[in-house]
């Protein structure tokens, strides 16, 4: 990579929700854009945690334990093999780092599932 990556342009290049796209690689880590939009599958990561970094919007991450919302500039750290759902009723932007191999769904594939996608 030799240009800085731009967020609010990269997000603009899609619309679909739940559907991340890969922005830049460190080491063996996506930074990853999406849009959310509504309920998001229930679902773990056993083996890594995921950062969620809101950037436009609002999001709640459920869990067993309490929800966490999160507003613009605001970021939150699901650690590992801890069941999340992420819910956003009028939409986010978001942006989330987590090993490249990572799934989207985790421990729950299904509808949601996205395939790596790199902008």
């Known amino acids: 990579m030799t240009v800085p990556v731009d967020l609010g342009a990269a997000l603009s290049r899609f619309s679909d929700p739940w559907q991340p796209r890969t922005i830049a690689v460190l080491n063996d880590y996506d930074v990853r854009v999406a849009k959310t ?3 998001f599958t229930w679902h773990s990561h056993p083996d890594t945690d995921e950062l969620f970094l809101v950037v436009k919007g609002s999001l ?3 869990m067993e334990a309490g929800d966490v919302t999160l507003g613009p500039g605001q970021l939150y750290v699901v650690p590992r093999g801890v069941r999340h759902q992420p ?5 986010a932007e978001i942006v989330l780092i987590e090993p490249s191999v990572t799934v989207n769904t985790g421990d729950s594939p299904g509808a949601l599932t996205a395939e ?3 902008l």
């Open 37 to 39: 939009l509504g309920e």
């Open 60 to 62: 709640t991450i459920r």
């Open 87 to 91: 819910v956003s009723s009028e939409g």
């Open 116 to 118: 790596r996608r790199v």
